[in-house]
């Protein structure tokens, strides 16, 4: 069926529509709950710790096409999330415990909607990892703006029906997978290459390739962090400062907006520009932009900064995905892109806890301080890997 892409479209969109609910709201929960905001980095680890054992594991399972499963058993555990959410989430630990399971479906959804775009067509792949990072972007714009609704001028918003929203979108997701995995990716059985042992995925790419894998990875694990980080730090860095809620979604949604618009067009971008050096230099870009959110702005400057940021954020993710797509040997692209979310999910959990602690002994602020130098460190250290590992 043709219209298998387009499903496939709106199932990314609901997917992270629900999780840039869940996060901010996650966050305004502990805050409500009078959690400290150094304890803030738990809840973003948390939402990665389990994925970041199992991931290969999913990704094995797609590459023998056992995708159809992995997609609904994740759809099921991130309706069952919200559901805890709202009727058991009045203390941390349950919040942890959450934040846990939602991880894990978001983890197996996202890997099952990749490893059907990486059996494609390899020349397009830049556009069409673009297009699927682009229906993600929709709804990581749409959700934040919730928060403006739901939170007014209230530092807080009603974290109660925010919950409620994270589920319904989940809930619609669900119902994309019904006839999602209805539908196999290409023309026909031949599309699904033949699943190889773990070790193929090691044994048949050469040093080079492995460079360039891995600088792929590293760049991947630092951005997402880096995203996360903003979903979870900017709500904590309003209430220090006295920032609406309202202001704070709005600001979510203008980097999540200047992401869809950096994905738009990527295809057409990498025609022009080495797909390392676009790597490397927005990354790059984002250390700056973080920088400056460090600094006392007013809302109006954020809001610029978030633009940049949101551009320059936006061009790694799918990018790192046509690099491990291209380089994994035949059989073992599921199984790469898998570990490119394992090492995501190692940012998610290693580097918010990290950063905990700086926001303890420096305030929010200092967060954005670090995560930027972090960004810059990777910056140049994948492009030296993935220049190196060019063929």
Not at 178 to 206: D, H, N, Y
Not at 363 to 368: C, D, P, R, T
Request: glycine share 10%; aromatic share 8%; with cysteine.
């Amino acid at each position: 069926m043709k219209n298998w892409p387009w499903i496939l479209l709106f199932h990314a969109l609901f997917l992270q529509l629900a999780a840039y609910i869940v996060r901010p709201a996650a966050a305004y929960r502990a805050l409500e709950l009078g959690v400290d905001p150094a304890y803030l980095g738990l809840i973003a680890a948390s939402f990665a710790v389990v994925p970041l054992f199992v991931a290969v594991l999913v990704g094995r399972a797609t590459d023998a096409g056992k995708d159809p499963a992995v997609l609904g058993i994740g759809a099921l555990l991130m309706v069952a999330a919200g559901a805890g959410l709202i009727l058991w989430s009045s203390s941390l630990w349950l919040l942890l415990l959450w934040n846990v399971v939602l991880g894990l479906g978001h983890l197996m959804s996202v890997i099952g909607q990749q490893s059907r775009i990486a059996r494609g067509n390899a020349r397009k792949l830049d556009t069409q990892f673009g297009l699927y990072t682009f229906a993600g972007s929709a709804g990581q714009a749409i959700g934040p703006l919730l928060i403006v609704l739901f939170g007014g001028g209230q530092v807080v918003p009603n974290t109660t029906a925010l919950f409620t929203a994270y589920t319904v979108s989940c809930a619609l997701m669900m119902s994309l997978t019904v006839f999602l995995v209805r539908r196999r990716p290409g023309v026909g059985p031949k599309s699904t290459p033949p699943p190889k042992k773990l070790k193929s995925a090691f044994v048949e790419t050469t040093p080079q390739t492995r460079r360039q894998l891995f600088g792929a990875m590293a760049v991947s694990m630092m951005v997402l962090a880096a995203v996360d980080l903003i979903a979870v730090y900017l709500p904590a860095l309003g209430v220090e400062r006295g920032i609406p809620a309202a202001a704070i979604g709005i600001l979510l949604t203008v980097r999540a907006l200047a992401t869809m618009a950096s994905r738009l067009y990527l295809g057409r971008l990498v025609a022009r520009v080495d797909r390392s050096e676009l790597i490397a230099a927005s990354t790059a870009l984002s250390a700056l932009a973080l920088g400056a959110l460090a600094a006392p702005l007013p809302v109006v400057a954020m809001g610029a900064v978030l633009v940049v940021a949101g551009i320059a954020l936006g061009i790694g993710q799918p990018l790192t995905m046509t690099v491990i797509s291209l380089a994994a040997p035949s059989g073992t692209s599921g199984t790469w892109l898998a570990l490119r979310l394992s090492a995501n999910r190692f940012g998610q959990s290693g580097i918010p806890a990290a950063v905990g602690f700086v926001a303890a002994a420096a305030g929010v602020a200092g967060v954005f301080g670090t995560t930027a130098g972090a960004l810059a460190v990777v910056s140049v250290a994948s492009w030296l890997g993935l220049r190196r590992g060019r063929t």
